[in-house]
């Protein structure tokens, strides 16, 4: 076999596995890398900071379902993205970040070379699911491949390899490594049996849904028209029961209605979901003595709340073999009571944002998706109140709760699914983590609505102080002329009311370049109802 260069081994093992894209910004150390991009085929797509390098092969990984690669040089680089991998960890999303590394022989304690990190292996193994320093050209096929095999198995996470500078330019023979076909966990028969029979028993059963169920959509709606049992999921499940069918009661297992609905319940079936606190809000639902959880993570399957019927495997193959087992049933109920109870409860909790809501719901189509960011406007408004129709149709930052995702996101989702259109919601404040990516949406010339909700500060922030009777400080911000921003980084910048909103939207989708929409809430502290 013809000696090859580590940087096109790596890009060549890469272009094994599938991948066509690259997120990142090239520098010094990752040269060796870039060289090689054109000749296997993989696109580039250059951002203009590494947190969105990383948010964007997140957003790509959550709708394209394929693990999403952010490439960034060493050091400060690799750091920057560090935000972006505990994201992509707390959501459970593939993303493979790489990243050049110090010399194999460099000093133990270092010499200062340009972009010398202590020990930047070590950092990333403590917020990705593993850091892999490879040591040879030899073993980064074989290091890729182990990557793709974990990201694509079991619960997806994300995985940070390191090469060393002198490893991307040495020559070595590196045979190919994989793809290999990855079995699917199985779920035993003894469990699915136990899980029928408690649920055939159920005169009340209910199902919560979160995002490992994504993947089970068909199976998720026959099981629960089978039992006739309504169906909350979580903000990364949003979508898996499309919110006109009858038994769904959409996404929020924070309100009252929800827990008031499972303590009611005489059978909870919870698929894929942590049952975590930032899902949850307010404490623990009822759950004792009703139980039933299917995930693949035998682990997370007791974390949280232990079930009286655990089924660990793939949620697919878990719903199909509880379909099989369960028979029809004519003791059908009406939902509709709960349906409109939480229904309710939605909207008081989201009426600062409900004309916005409502304004993207009109203008949104069906197999639409909303990139959001940790705002206001996003949990308490479009979580529970924004319809969605499709597995994965908001990308949402739970649990890590980063700000700054959702335009980076609505780009790298975009690349993935160019004909989806695609819609980036976020405050004034979290756009200004990342509001240069405005710059890399206008050079790819996406037609890119990019809707930004004004409240003058960190809004949520300014209610907590006051709340505990803080003073209230550093929470206010003076926004800068956003549309003109906009403009300046080449988009196209629009100032809507509220109810001008869906006519925004509607036009940036079929404009030739992002259209950042900035509407000013009334109840901001510094603007005046006019």
Known sequence: MNAVTGGEALVRALAAHGVDTVFGIPGTHNLPIYRHLP????????????????????????????????????GPATLNAAAAIGQAYSDSVPVLLLSPGMPLRNPGRGRGLLHETKDQRAAMDAIAAYSHRVTSVAEIPVAVAQAFAAMTSGRPRPVHIEVPLDVLEELDA?????????????PRDADLDAAARRLAAARRPVILAGGGARGASRELRAVAERLGAPVVTTANGKGVLWDNHPLALGAGL?????????????????????????????GPLPL???????????????????????????????????????????????WGEWRER????????????????????????????????????????????????????FLYPTGYGTLGY?????????????????????????????VAELAAAASLGLPLPVVVVDNGG???????????????????????????????LGCRGVRASAGKLADAVTDAFVADRPTLIHVQLLNRPDVEAK
């Open 288 to 334: 004792e003595g009703r139980l039933l959880r299917i995930d693949v993570d035998p682990a997370q399957i007791v974390t949280n709340a232990v079930p009286d019927v655990a089924i660990a495997g793939d949620a697919a193959l878990a719903l199909r073999g509880l379909f099989d087992r369960l028979g029809p049933r004519d003791d059908a109920r009406d």
């Open 458 to 488: 960190y809004g949520e922030i300014r209610d907590e102080m006051a709340g505990r009777g803080d003073p209230v400080q550093a929470v206010e911000l003076p926004s800068p002329d956003f549309a003109a921003l906009a403009e300046a």
């Open 39 to 74: 000749a296997y085929g993989l696109r580039h797509v250059g951002m203009r900071h590494e947190q969105g390098a990383g948010y964007a092969a997140d957003g790509y990984a959550r709708l394209t379902g394929r693990p999403g690669v952010c490439l960034v040089t060493s």
């Open 174 to 186: 590196a045979p190919p490594v994989g793809p290999f076909g990855i079995a699917v966990p199985a």
């Open 254 to 282: 924070h309100l009252r209605a929800v827990a008031d609905l499972v303590e009611q319940a005489d059978a909870v079936l919870v698929v894929g979901s942590e049952l975590a606190p930032s899902d949850l809000w307010n």
């Open 406 to 434: 959702g335009l980076p996101a609505a780009v790298g989702a975009k690349i993935g699914s160019p004909d989806t259109p695609v819609v980036a919601l976020l405050g004034d404040g979290g756009v200004m983590f990342t």
């Open 342 to 393: 939480k229904r309710a409860e939605s909207r008081a909790e989201g009426r600062d944002w409900l004309e916005i809501v409502d304004a993207l719901a009109s203008a949104l189509p069906r197999d639409g998706v909303v990139a959001a960011d940790s705002a206001m406007v996003c949990y308490y408004g479009a979580l529970a109140n924004l319809p969605a129709y499709r597995p994965g149709a």
